[in-house]
């Protein structure tokens, strides 16, 4: 599955619903920055929106979204054990709550006049309903609560995204436009319907055309408001006191935990086993810091997992992965309420020294891998000392060129090294990676002339580039470990360098590498391959050798 749909069922019902109802606002906010252009132009458009969103099916997908959405604002509030968030996320979090208490409002003179009393809502009504009112005030503050709240639903689903990043500064510009623009249109048009009520005649006529309601109306439009806003409260009052009810019982009570070969501890529940032992200063090895991404917390459960909650798929899944017998669970993700008896299975060694380097640390990073064609039919029959020099010599030219572009060898690989580009971000990773492999076949052309007046036979290479999520830090024994980098990435890069005998070529760049590198990709050939050991084919360009691909990165440079 896609990560941008990974999870359970209410964060996939959170993210579609927040998707419908943000494409609904941004049409809408479209709709109301027409009021620049004319008001003809301004209906017209929301004649098309209502057509969607007017039917029967387009009205039940939206009105459908929007409770679903909100229910959903309530559940994860009475469901959530701590109020502790980031900013951001607690600015969403927040308005996500705030915005039916102005929204209800909006729909009950919209919508439901229409439906109830055949109300002609259109938006000029609407403007010369609340023209120069406490409500035109709150209504333009809604609208600029709801679009930040949907901006930042959007960051946090797409941030995981290769090219969301490279696309940040553009979409900054456009969040920034569309409100200010709807703004805009919202003062121009209730200017001019302002002015035109002003005007006895054409105010009958509009009168007419809104079939404006009359007090008897109003006043039951306002009552069924008021009647919303309590429910919402009252809906709203009972998650808070969910909340906090939940927060209490678990606070009430505690449970006892004893580690084999290790302390006895008593901590309140609601806490999983990972921060039950940190709390209480159990030494707890945990390489992802406690997010459920490697299994290094797991423990096995030796008294009390028939108490215990069932895994959640997430947590089965990495289990399986090493085989894990049936009564171990991942300290992160499992929430003692009852007294276990638990066995780290890996236990940390104390060296405050390696504390840091040896869990790791996650990054984006651009990879190369080179392997030098035909190394055993070389050197068959050469002494020890001649093949360590040819060799030497192979990467003391070849090498420099990595280097100089930003790059360090992570390991070498007997006639080969695997290297990596680290960055501040992923574009500058990309592109140090593209020009270290366009120098360094640069460097081998001039390596072979050298090899050539000495009648020896030029040396030909293989090379991968391969951009994605790695892990770095260091392998090995404490005080012999050497900082490295392990993935899927590195196998990616590894299987693509192998791949390019297969097809009688010198580079293979995967498509990750370029786009992050911010390079057009729609006119070049570019290849899928289907790699051993990798999940997913592989898109990449394949070139005859590194002239080709300077080229491609300086097209304006003379040939």
Not at 8 to 19: D, K, Q, V, Y
Not at 176 to 191: K, V
Request: hydrophobic share 45%; glycine share 8%; proline share 4%.
């Amino acid at each position: 599955m896609d990560i941008l749909w990974r999870g359970n069922w209410a964060t996939r019902l959170r993210i579609g619903s927040g998707l419908i109802l943000f494409t609904f606002a941004l049409f809408h906010f479209i709709n109301i920055a027409l009021g620049l252009v004319s008001h003809e132009a301004m209906d017209r458009f929301q004649d098309f929106r209502q057509g969607f969103t007017r039917n029967p099916l387009g009205g039940l997908i939206l009105h459908g979204s929007l409770l679903v959405h909100a229910a959903l604002a309530l559940f994860s509030l009475a469901a959530r054990r701590t109020l502790q968030m980031s900013l951001a996320q607690g600015v969403q979090f927040t308005l996500g709550l705030a915005i039916p208490l102005l929204l209800l409002e909006h729909i009950t003179h919209t919508r439901i006049a229409h439906e109830v009393y055949d109300v002609n809502d259109r938006m000029s009504y609407i403007m010369v309903l609340i023209w120069g009112t406490r409500d035109g005030w709150l209504q333009s503050l809604l609208l600029l609560l709801v679009w930040l709240h949907g901006c930042i639903g959007l960051h946090y689903w797409l941030r995981l995204k290769p090219w969301w990043g490279r696309a940040t500064p553009y979409l900054i510009a456009t969040a920034t436009l569309i409100p200010a623009l709807a703004l805009a249109g919202f003062l121009t048009e209730g200017r001019r319907i302002q002015a035109a009520f002003a005007d006895p005649e054409a105010r009958t006529v509009y009168l007419e055309l809104f079939n404006w309601p009359e007090n008897a109306t109003f006043g039951a439009l306002i009552s069924l408001a008021d009647q919303l806003w309590w429910l919402f409260i009252a809906l709203l009052a009972a998650a808070t006191l969910v909340h906090f009810g939940r927060r209490w019982f678990s606070t009430r009570s505690s449970v006892r935990i004893r580690y084999v070969d290790g302390p006895e501890i008593t901590s309140r529940k609601g806490l999983t086993l990972l921060e039950m032992s940190k709390s209480a200063g159990v030494a707890h090895t945990a390489l992802c810091g406690g997010r459920g991404r490697c299994t290094t917390c797991r423990v096995v459960v030796e008294e009390g997992g028939d108490l215990l909650h069932p895994p959640s798929e997430g947590e089965l899944r990495s289990l399986r992965a090493v085989n894990a017998p049936p009564n171990t669970r991942l300290a992160c993700q499992v929430r003692p309420t009852s007294p276990a008896t638990v066995f780290r299975v890996f236990l940390p060694d104390g060296k405050r020294g390696r504390a840091h380097a040896s869990q790791g640390q996650e990054r984006r990073l651009a990879i190369l891998f080179c392997d030098m064609r035909g190394f055993t039919a070389r050197t068959t029959g050469q002494l020890p000392y001649d093949v360590v020099f040819l060799l030497n010599r192979f990467f003391d030219a070849i090498v420099p060129p990595i280097v100089r572009a930003g790059g360090s060898i992570d390991k070498y690989l007997g006639d080969g090294l695997l290297a990596v580009f680290e960055a501040a971000n992923e574009a500058q990773s990309a592109k140090a990676a593209l020009r270290a492999a366009a120098d360094l076949s640069a460097a081998l052309a001039r390596f072979n002339e050298t090899l050539a007046n000495e009648g020896l036979p030029e040396i030909r290479i293989g090379v991968g580039l391969h951009l994605g999520e790695l892990v770095l830090g260091e392998i090995g024994a404490a005080g012999h470990a050497p900082r490295t980098i392990i993935g899927d990435t590195v196998n990616a890069a590894s299987r693509l360098e192998g791949q390019t005998k297969e097809l009688g070529v010198e580079l293979l760049v995967s498509v990750s590498v370029l786009e992050a590198a911010e390079l057009e990709t729609e006119e070049l050939e570019l290849t899928t391959l289907t790699l051993r050991g990798v999940t997913e084919p592989v898109t990449a360009l394949a070139l005859t050798d590194g002239q080709t691909l300077a080229a491609l990165l300086n097209p304006s440079s003379p040939s």
